[in-house]
């Protein structure tokens, strides 16, 4: 089976701007985690997605946003990009009462 | 304080060596424990996941949890050169919900 997969791999923006990072869940996984990893710290909750509905939302500002589509896929926007956003984005799958497999990860600059 | 605390490191062994890596957490309604291994630059990779006090051995690596210190561990035995990476434990009261992550221990397993 294929593991999870995220796109872009990495990119760059610059302050203020817009940005949107794709995951696509291992397949019959219906839960969609984000999370973001600062250099040398451990991933951060931002939010999870279980069948298109928001589970749980973390300490992040409303800049961040997300949404599930029918085949499970996820999105996470960020607007009005700080600094302070650069970091590995990671988005992690499950199925109910299993743990979480993550995949590779989106590298953001900021500039 | 936080949640879950790991000593970052870095720690350095010779090869073949017994590595011992530790959380400790504050959270007593904690259930789940994970511990991961990330590359450097890569997604975090699942290798041992644990439910309640115990231990679990699987290959060169054997999880204990001791509920009723708040403390975990990761043993990692006849360690080698490709183990080197960043070990991050992770816990939630959810399997497949929040995880809360530790900040890593980087490990360097000498030749």
């Known amino acids: 089976d294929a593991g999870v997969t995220q796109s872009p791999t990495h990119l760059i923006k610059t302050r203020g701007q817009h940005v949107t990072l794709r995951c696509s869940p291992i397949s019959g996984h219906k839960s969609v985690s984000w999370y973001q990893q600062v250099l040398g710290q451990g991933p951060q909750f931002i939010f999870q997605?279980?069948?298109?509905?928001?589970?749980g939302r973390g300490n992040f500002p409303d800049r961040f946003s997300a949404r599930q589509f029918p085949n499970y896929s996820s999105e996470l926007n960020v607007n009005a990009l700080l600094l302070g956003d650069s970091a590995l984005y990671l988005c992690?799958?499950?199925?109910?009462?299993?743990?979480?497999?993550f995949g590779p990860g989106t590298r953001l600059l900021v500039l | 304080q936080k949640e879950v605390e790991q000593d970052p490191g870095p720690l350095s062994v010779p090869e073949g060596a017994i590595v011992s890596l530790n959380c400790t957490y504050s959270n007593s309604a904690f259930q789940y424990f994970m511990w991961y291994r990330q590359y450097s630059r890569k997604g975090p990779e699942l290798l041992m996941y644990?439910?309640?006090?115990g231990n679990k051995e699987d290959g060169r690596f054997t999880a204990q949890v001791d509920k009723s210190s708040k403390y975990i561990s990761l043993f990692i035995r006849d360690s080698q050169p490709s183990d080197s990476a960043t070990y991050l434990c992770a816990m939630s009261m959810d399997s497949s919900y929040k995880l809360i992550f530790g900040s890593g221990t980087r490990l360097l397993v000498r030749p």
């Open positions: 997605y279980y069948e298109k509905e928001e589970r």
């Open positions: 992690a799958s499950s199925r109910p009462q299993e743990t979480q497999y």
């Open positions: 644990t439910y309640s006090s």
